[in-house]
């Protein structure tokens, strides 16, 4: 079973930044792609980034500028850095793998307000 575990989310101002990470049980080097997603009251859950194994990486137009997705194989970790955060950044924060099949974490709560 393939765990996967969020954290680094908190409160902060508009124009504050945090990072997630996503600590893998697996070695992510096996995974074909790792990605952020998030999910606002709501909304459905969207796509904020994803990395492939072969380094390639995707980003929400929302996003673009702003965010920036990476993995450290060795800690079996995948990152999200948030910068310029904004109150539409606010919602639940997923991480999520492929391996077989889909393997979703548990979530940490990212809000941006005054």
């Known amino acids: 079973q393939v765990q996967l575990v969020e954290s680094g989310g908190g409160s902060v101002q508009p124009g504050g930044s945090l990072r997630l990470s996503c600590a893998a049980s697996?070695?992510?080097?096996?995974?074909?792609?790792m990605g952020w997603y998030r999910q606002a009251p709501g909304r459905q859950r969207e796509l904020v980034a994803d990395?492939?194994?072969?380094?390639?990486?995707n980003y929400a137009d929302s996003v673009k500028g702003r965010f920036t997705i990476s993995r450290d194989n060795a800690r079996n970790t995948v990152y999200l850095q948030m910068n310029n955060l904004n109150p539409e950044d606010t919602a639940i924060y997923y991480c999520?793998?492929?391996?077989?099949?889909?393997?979703w974490g548990q979530g940490t709560q990212v809000t941006v307000s005054y």
């Open positions: 990395i492939h194994r072969g380094g390639s990486t």
């Open positions: 697996i070695s992510i080097f096996s995974s074909n792609v």
């Open positions: 999520r793998l492929l391996f077989g099949q889909i393997y």
